[in-house]
Nanobody, 114 residues
C-alpha cells in the first residue's frame, strides 16, 4: 500500500505561482511512475503532468511551459511547480503513483482568481 498526501494548494491571483507537493509513504519501491491530475467542477479528471522512471516527463498542452513536475530521488515527494497561473487552472489537483497498482491522493484545491 502507498499513502499519498497533497499540500500546497490555495487561492492565487492570475499570473501567480504555487508549488504543490505530494508526500508518499508505504511500499513505494514498486512505483515507477507518478503524475499530477486535476478535475474542475463539471469536468472529467485530466492529466496535467507525469514523470516516469524519474526522467521522462509529459505535460498537457495547456500547461506546457508553465508547469514543471519533479520528484526527489527517494520517490517520497512529488512536486508540481505552477507558474503563470490562469483562472482555467482552477481545479482540485490529485497526485497519482503507479506501478503494479495505482494510488491516488485525496486532492488539494487550487483556485486562480482573475
Amino acid at each position: 500500500q502507498v499513502q499519498l498526501v497533497e499540500s500546497g494548494g490555495g487561492l492565487v491571483q492570475a499570473g501567480g505561482s504555487l508549488r504543490l507537493s505530494c508526500a508518499a509513504s508505504g511500499s513505494i519501491l514498486s512505483i515507477n511512475g507518478m503524475g499530477w491530475y486535476r478535475q474542475a467542477p463539471g469536468k472529467q479528471r485530466e492529466m496535467v503532468a507525469t514523470i516516469i522512471s524519474g526522467r521522462s516527463t509529459n505535460y498537457a498542452d495547456s500547461v506546457k511551459g508553465r508547469f514543471t513536475i519533479s520528484r526527489d530521488n527517494a520517490k517520497t515527494t512529488l512536486y508540481l511547480q505552477m507558474n503563470s497561473l490562469k483562472p482555467e487552472d482552477t481545479a482540485v489537483y490529485y497526485c497519482k503513483y503507479f506501478g503494479s497498482r495505482v494510488y491516488w491522493g485525496q486532492g488539494t484545491q487550487v483556485t486562480v482568481s482573475s
